[in-house]
């Protein structure tokens, strides 16, 4: 059975995979990759047959717990025969070994997935990117937890997600990460470069800042506010739900930051020195919350990432000495109310769903919901739910059903205006 109707050939609803344990090996100069990939799951419904998704990477050798499995393999899908049928909730182990020149996939979206910089690595891996660095069930709203031990040159810096330790032997440092917290396949990411590494003081979080020597002076300028950053957004959503916050910022210049579970990453163009990328600094932090923990049940409910993430930019704005929140909301519903009103915000489709309307209108959303209720209660919704959800998925239905429980409001219909129809409603004032 597939799973996510955005992303149809990608992911099996047929299975969870409950931990991954990847043991990788890379050689930056030609792009080679080897590994081995080892994944503990359960069957969701009865299956005769694992259908893992695979892209650009061979693998050689299949086991079932200790025994060998026959297999098959497409240039998406690596299907593994079982030698009979699993039954719902029953586990599984599955060790695959495999091998190649890993290269991002084509998409709608473009390219995305395991990319050559030009001296290292980036992965950025939403949605469908994962396969092409190790063999996953790539759904958003298949959340696991992850062990990797990544070895390349030793004149290379490796950053990924959680617990980390490295140890040099014969000119190759081994870099092993751990991420105890659930985390779906587009989030896990490896980042390989030539860095230099500077601790961050965010309070209780482990910070870190990783980036190319040449560019520090830049970096430190443009991520001084991070650890304030922090410390307005936990006021506003909540604790930060990870133990680590890390940043990358690549020599290359990229078109656009990427989150990943723990990780930020920048081009060498977001960091002018100038605070000139000071939003998508605050935007990508607050994925840590919006996406990133409280993750997806399915990709047509992006706007509780992308809208949640933009609005906290409004937030750091109006904390920072810069527009208000509701300035902020003027503006863009300026904008947005000249552009064509054909896309439904809660199930924009596949072709629409990075719009950059998804994300203002998704902004808006939030603050008609702030301006209906006022901000002690709007605070305490976005309190609640980044508890009640933490570390798992939810819907717009459960946003919706949050809003109208902890406000004792009935406020579907205003809601509905926002995210599930095609016009622009009116711009929220503040309720008598």
């Known amino acids: 059975m597939t799973g996510d109707p955005y992303t149809p050939q990608s992911g099996d609803e047929n299975l969870r995979i409950d931990h991954y344990d990847l043991t990788l090996d890379y050689k930056v100069s030609t792009n080679r990759l080897s590994g081995t990939a080892v994944l503990h799951g359960h069957a969701v419904a009865a299956t005769r047959a694992l259908s893992l998704d695979l892209t650009g990477l061979r693998a050689s050798r299949v086991r079932l717990g200790a025994a060998a499995a026959e297999f098959r393999q497409s240039d998406r899908k690596l299907r593994i025969s079982l030698p009979q049928a699993l039954a719902p909730g029953a586990p599984f182990s599955v060790t695959i070994a495999y091998a190649g020149a890993p290269r991002p996939r084509r998409s709608r979206w473009g390219t995305i997935g395991w990319e050559e910089l030009e001296d290292g690595v980036i992965v950025a891996s939403q949605p469908t990117g994962a396969p092409t660095w190790f063999p996953c069930n790539d759904l958003p709203s298949d959340k696991a937890t992850y062990a ?15 617990a980390t330790s490295s140890s040099t032997r014969g000119g190759k440092t081994t ?4 991420r105890d917290v659930p985390t779906p396949t587009y989030l896990a990411t490896v980042q390989i470069g030539r860095y230099v590494s500077r601790p961050v003081a965010l309070g209780g979080v482990q910070g870190e800042l990783h980036y190319p020597r ?13 650890p304030a950053m922090m410390t307005v957004f936990e006021e506003a959503f909540g604790p930060y739900p990870l133990p680590d916050y890390r940043v990358v910022v690549t020599e290359d210049e990229l078109e656009i930051p990427l989150e990943a579970q723990g990780v930020g990453i920048f081009g060498s163009n977001h960091a002018d020195g100038a605070g000139g990328s000071e939003r998508l600094v605050a935007h990508e932090l607050a994925h840590q919350w919006f996406g990133n923990s409280v993750g997806l049940s399915s990709w047509r409910d992006i706007w509780l990432n992308e809208g949640f993430a933009c609005y906290a930019e409004w937030i750091w704005s109006e904390h920072s000495g810069g527009p208000s929140a509701h300035e902020k909301a003027l503006t ?24 950059d309307r998804i994300y203002k209108r998704g902004a808006l959303a939030l603050h008609a919901v702030r301006m209906a209720v006022g901000d002690e209660i709007f605070f305490r919704i976005l309190h609640e739910w980044t508890a009640r959800f933490r570390l798992s998925t939810a819907t717009t239905a459960d946003y919706v059903a949050l809003v109208e429980e902890v406000a004792a409001l009935p406020l579907a219909g205003l809601l509905r205006a926002w995210v599930h129809e095609p016009e622009l409603p009116a711009f929220p004032v503040v309720a008598a």
Do not use: C, K, N
């Open 148 to 162: 990797l031990t990544f070895t390349t040159e030793s004149a290379y810096t490796v950053v990924a997600g959680g």
């Open 175 to 178: 870099w092993t990460f751990r």
């Open 214 to 226: 040449a560019l520090e002076s830049r970096v430190q300028a443009d991520f001084a506010d991070l």
């Open 332 to 355: 863009h519903y300026g904008r947005l109310a000249v552009l064509a009103q054909d896309i439904v915000i809660d199930e924009p489709g596949p072709d629409l769903m990075f719009d």
